[in-house]
Nanobody
C-alpha cells in the first residue's frame, strides 16, 4: 500500500523558512518522480517543485531561488526547503509521486498523493 505522509508545515512570518518532509512507503521511491504541489483557498492546485529519478529538478517561476526540492540518501523521504517565504506562499502543500520517473514536469500524471500540510505566512 502506497503512503505519502507530509509534515513540517506551520505558521511563519514573511521572510522566514520552513522545511517540509514527505515520507514515502509501499513503492520504489527511487524510480518515481516526486513533486510538491500547493493549493490556496479558492485557487487551482499548482506545481511548486519536482524531481525525477535522475535528480533533475523543475521549479515554478514563483519559487525559483527560494525553494529547494531534495531527497534523502536512502530516497525514502522528500523535502522542500522553503526560504524567504511570502504571504502568497500560504497554501496547503501536497507531496505527490509519479510512476513516470523520467519526467519532472508538473503536467505528468501523479499517481499517489499525500494528505497535505498547511503552510501559513503572515505577519
Amino acid at each position: 500500500q502506497v503512503q505519502l505522509v507530509e509534515s513540517g508545515g506551520g505558521s511563519v512570518q514573511p521572510g522566514g523558512s520552513l522545511r517540509l518532509s514527505c515520507a514515502g512507503s509501499g513503492f520504489t521511491f527511487s524510480t518515481y518522480s516526486m513533486a510538491w504541489f500547493r493549493q490556496a483557498p479558492g485557487a487551482l492546485r499548482e506545481g511548486v517543485a519536482a524531481i525525477d529519478s535522475d535528480g533533475s529538478t523543475n521549479y515554478a517561476d514563483s519559487v525559483k531561488g527560494r525553494f529547494t526540492i531534495s531527497q534523502d540518501g536512502a530516497k525514502t523521504t522528500l523535502y522542500l526547503q522553503m526560504d524567504s517565504l511570502k504571504p502568497e506562499d500560504t497554501a496547503m502543500y501536497y507531496c505527490a509521486a509519479a510512476r513516470r520517473g523520467w519526467s519532472c514536469q508538473f503536467s505528468t500524471t501523479y499517481n499517489y498523493w499525500g494528505q497535505g500540510t498547511q503552510v501559513t505566512v503572515s505577519a
